[in-house]
Structure formats: structure tokens, C-alpha cells
């Protein structure tokens, strides 16, 4: 803790001596200070403590929590650290006005996180989660890092971190999902306002597209280390007589997709040239229900608001694809298949059918 009272005011941790008695703002039990050479001075409970908020603190959060707070009453008024909520029995690392910031550096549930989401919102509060070192050094594609996302039309998906050590902010945005991997940009900023006015501006998108010969590698990859997944779609290939390993290239386009079909990118495109095989035309919205209802996407993306638009809308961009290819046409709502998509033996006479499409296109 940074807080503590002494003669019934607040006293932060930096300011403090240990001539003096502190007690916590939220139980009134008697604190430890503690501070030293290379620890960031701040108030810690007795062992045994009934207070709800005495779990122990790493230093890297402590060192967060003060640089943010410092930080921000440069540009913002009325900022308070560790304000005890009542009301719903939380205490946000920083609160300013109805804006929550928690400074995220130990694992956290799904559960536990849509929790302290939820008793926010009750009060009428937002919260900003920023990130830590632990976050920033796991996979990129790890859903326990991309649950945090949020969503600005000028920044597309992203993420923020504070590098302590560094005192900076690190912006990862314009996340996207190209096949089974995560792109993304980053800027550094090294204050509070810097980055805001960069979230509120509009930038370039930039990406490099990995080529269709790297796609269907991974897809025969993934079937022979036997991927769950992968073998899933494959069996439900087999029994309507197509494998997945020779999918249509038609699959593999728009090659941008929001990053929120995690391990299903391709799952969702098949089945819809599979449904289109089956009935040749269908309404576009009865189409989306039939395959989307019953896709297992992981929708743990509590910062997403809408995120049933973003998964429509990528729907109807492949759709405007198998239009622009001449696959189907659409007629008062409705999907008309015109011509066979084509599905390949194998992965090797997908791979050559590429190539010959490469060597024309280079005439």
C-alpha cells in the first residue's frame, strides 16, 4: 500500500518516517512501514490480517503504482491512489472522477477479472487495465494477455503496458489475425498524455501478409502433430467427402481477420463453403446463425463490448469475397452459389496449384 493514515490524514509512503504510527484506510489496523535502498517505500498489514485488501504486493507493482500516480496528477485533477470503494469493496491501484486504472502485474482468473469489471459498472465506473513485465513476456497470441484488449477506430485492437523500469508506456495496437498468428505495432510514450493523444488520433495501418504457401504448410503441420482442432475439422471434412489439408484457396481470404477467432480461423470458412455446398443458396443472416451459433470462439473479451459486430462483419467480408470470386451472388438477401469452389486432393496439389497461380500472375 501506498496510503496510510497518521493523526486521521493521509500520508503517502514516499512522505513517511518510522517515528510515526500508520493504520490502514480501509480496516484501520495498525501498518508496517517498510522502505529501504532498492525497495519503493510503502505500508504493508501485520501477518494474519482480516483486512480484505492486506495481500502482499510485488515491488514491480508498487513502483507502477507510484510512477502512475505521479503521473497522471500532472495532467489530470481530483487523481487518488488505492481509494477505497465501499460500496462494492474494491480499491482501484489509481481512481480519477469515475475512471478506474488498475495496474495488472499478477496472474488474474477470468472470473475474478469480470468481477472487478462488473463492481466498477455497478457504481457507475469505468476501468482502464494496464498491463505488466508478465503480460508483456508471454506469447502474443496467449488469450491470458489478449483478454485485455479493447478497441478504438483509430487504433484498431489494442493493448497497454507500463514498463516500469523504464518509465514508458508501451502501445501494442493494430492487433490483428492473419491465419493463426497475432500482427501487431508499438510505440513507446513516456507519459499519460502522450499516449492519450495518440489513442485519439488516427494512424496508418501497416502489415506484412504472410503467403498462402506458409498457410497450407501450417494446416498440414498442425494435422500431422495431430492438433485437436485440426483433426476435428478434418474428421467433419471426411465425412463430407473433402479433406481440409486441400481446402479451397477462396478459405484463406480476406487474409486480415480480427483477433478473436483464437485457434477456429479457419474453421468458421470452411463451414460456410460446406453449407453452400449443401443447400446452394440460403439468406445471408440464416447462413450466419447456422454457422456462427455453433462455433466454440473463445468470447472472453470483456473490453469488447460489441464483439458479436466484429465477428459479423468479418461473416461479411468473406462473403463480399465469394462474390468478388464469382462463387456465389447475392439476391434479396440471399446467398446463390453460381459456380463449385474448388477443393484440392492434397496439400501437395494445393501447394502446386499456388505456385502455378504465382508464376501467371508474374507475366
Keep these: 500500500m501506498l496510503m496510510a493514515y497518521h493523526n486521521h490524514k493521509l500520508v503517502m509512503a514516499s ?5 510515526n504510527k500508520y ?3 480501509d480496516c484501520g489496523e495498525k ?3 517498510k522502505h529501504g535502498l532498492k525497495n519503493t517505500a510503502h ?3 501485520q501477518n494474519h490480517s ?3 485488501n492486506s495481500e502482499p504486493e510485488t515491488e514491480q507493482h508498487l513502483q507502477g503504482k507510484s510512477y502512475l500516480f505521479n503521473d497522471l496528477i500532472t495532467f489530470e485533477k481530483g487523481v487518488q491512489v488505492e481509494k477505497y470503494l465501499k460500496p462494492i469493496k474494491q480499491r482501484p491501484d489509481i481512481l480519477i472522477k469515475n475512471l478506474a486504472i488498475e495496474f495488472q502485474c499478477s496472474p488474474i482468473t477470468n472470473q475474478r477479472l469480470r468481477e472487478r469489471i462488473e463492481g466498477y459498472y455497478q457504481i457507475g465506473m469505468v476501468s482502464f487495465w494496464i498491463l505488466g513485465s508478465a503480460y508483456l513476456q508471454k506469447r502474443v497470441n496467449s488469450m491470458a494477455v489478449l483478454r485485455f484488449m479493447r478497441y478504438k477506430e483509430s487504433v484498431g485492437f489494442y493493448l497497454v503496458f507500463l514498463k516500469v523500469t523504464q518509465k514508458r508506456y508501451l502501445l501494442r495496437y493494430q492487433i490483428h489475425q492473419i491465419d493463426n498468428q497475432i500482427y501487431y505495432s508499438e510505440k513507446l510514450f513516456s507519459n499519460w498524455q502522450e499516449l492519450l493523444n495518440y489513442l485519439h488520433n488516427s494512424a496508418g495501418f501497416k502489415t506484412t501478409t504472410p503467403s498462402l504457401l506458409r498457410v497450407t504448410s501450417l494446416i498440414e503441420m498442425n494435422l500431422r502433430s495431430s492438433n485437436h482442432n485440426f483433426i476435428k475439422l478434418q474428421n467433419h471434412c471426411y465425412s463430407n467427402g473433402v479433406s481440409v489439408s486441400g481446402c479451397p484457396l477462396v478459405c484463406h481470404y480476406p487474409r486480415i481477420i480480427p483477433p478473436l477467432f483464437g485457434n477456429n480461423w479457419l474453421n468458421w470458412r470452411i463451414e460456410i463453403i460446406l453449407k453452400l455446398n449443401e443447400v446452394t443458396e440460403i439468406p445471408i443472416e440464416e447462413l450466419y446463425k ?5 462455433q466454440t ?3 472472453n473479451f470483456p473490453f469488447i463490448k460489441s464483439i458479436e459486430f466484429f465477428y459479423h462483419r468479418a461473416f461479411l467480408d468473406f462473403i463480399n469475397v465469394l462474390c468478388k470470386q464469382q462463387f456465389i451472388q447475392i439476391k434479396a438477401g440471399t446467398a446463390v452459389k453460381i459456380s463449385e469452389f474448388v477443393w484440392y486432393r492434397d496439400t501437395y496439389a494445393k501447394i502446386k496449384a499456388i505456385k502455378k497461380i504465382k508464376k501467371e500472375v508474374k507475366k
Aim: charged residues 15%; glycine residues 0%.
Design 31 to 33: 501498518l508496517i512501514f
Design 15 to 19: 512522505e513517511a518516517s518510522n517515528k
Design 297 to 299: 470462439f473463445d468470447y
Design 50 to 52: 482480516n483486512c480484505v
Design 290 to 294: 447456422a454457422i456462427f451459433l455453433k
Design 43 to 45: 505500508f504493508s498489514h
Design 23 to 25: 493504520f490502514c484506510p
